[in-house]
Nanobody
Framework: QVQLVESGGGLVQAGGSLKLSCAAS????????MGWFRQPPGKEREFVAR???????????RYADSVKGRFTISRDNAKNTVYLQMNSLQPEDTAVYYC??????????????????WGQGTQVTVSS
């Protein structure tokens, strides 16, 4: 339904930063929530961050405990793009990062099953 393309991944040393981007297709991007998930090697996909649709008071965000204070999710509705700014990266952050769209705006923000569209992922590797 919604086509998503991630970019910005790469190799970075521990303590460094990366900014991921996710471009979405369509004309209704502003109406639904967007999330970031990641899948480390040999592990299941896990929730990273979510930004809700824009309201009069702005858009709220939610984060996994493992990334709070280090990662920041944001969106630019004019560009149909969601971002993930990652600071103080650690080797355990190494994973394929996926963006996803929740067109139903579910309250179960960390449940991957609630997201109807997914990107192909971008690799983030953090060296020690």
């Amino acid at each position: 339904q919604v086509q998503l393309v991630e970019s910005g991944g790469g190799l970075v040393q521990a303590g460094g930063s990366l900014k991921l981007s996710c471009a979405a297709s369509g004309r209704t991007f502003r109406t639904y929530a967007m999330g970031w998930f990641r899948q480390p090697p040999g592990k299941e996909r896990e929730f990273v961050a979510r930004v809700e649709r824009i309201s009069w008071s702005g858009s709220s965000t939610r984060y996994a405990d493992s990334v709070k204070g280090r990662f920041t999710i944001s969106r630019d509705n004019a560009k149909n793009t969601v971002y993930l700014q990652m600071n103080s990266l650690q080797p355990e952050d190494t994973a394929v990062y996926y963006c996803a769209a929740d067109v139903s705006n579910s309250v179960y923000y960390s449940d991957s099953a609630r997201y109807s569209s997914w990107g192909q992922g971008t690799q983030v590797t953090v060296s020690s």
